[in-house]
Nanobody, 123 residues
């Protein structure tokens, strides 16, 4: 069994900062991509990419967060972070951690999702 546990969500004022963390645990052989997606309130069950990073350090960002958010990763701890700055009301969403994981004894990687953490940007 493999799970992702997120932390760090909450309420922040516009222009503020927040840091999310996500740790993977369980019978993990290797992790390829890790990152974050989000689902805004009222949007029809649609998760959008926020940022991802590979085990080699390559990163990918949504255009709407580029320059404001930074994704990073500690491979030794199987943990991914999302540093969010200059937050806007439109960043309000449930943020989901994602990882592409190969379990011990498995031949292929599979998608694994966290339970989600709420980020609310409001004055």
């Amino acid at each position: 069994q493999v799970q992702l546990v997120e932390s760090g969500g909450g309420l922040v004022q516009p222009g503020g900062s927040l840091r999310l963390s996500c740790a993977a645990s369980g019978s993990i052989f290797s992790i390829n991509t890790m990152g974050w997606f989000r689902q805004a309130p009222g949007k029809r069950a649609q998760r959008e990419l926020v940022a991802t990073t590979t085990s080699g350090g390559s990163t990918n960002y949504a255009g709407s967060v580029k320059g404001r958010f930074t994704v990073s990763r500690d491979n030794a701890k199987n943990t991914v972070y999302l540093q969010m700055s200059s937050l806007k009301a439109e960043d309000t969403a449930v943020y989901y951690c994602y990882a592409y994981i190969r379990r011990v004894g498995a031949l292929q990687h599979v998608d694994v999702w966290g339970q989600g953490t709420q980020v609310t940007v409001s004055s």
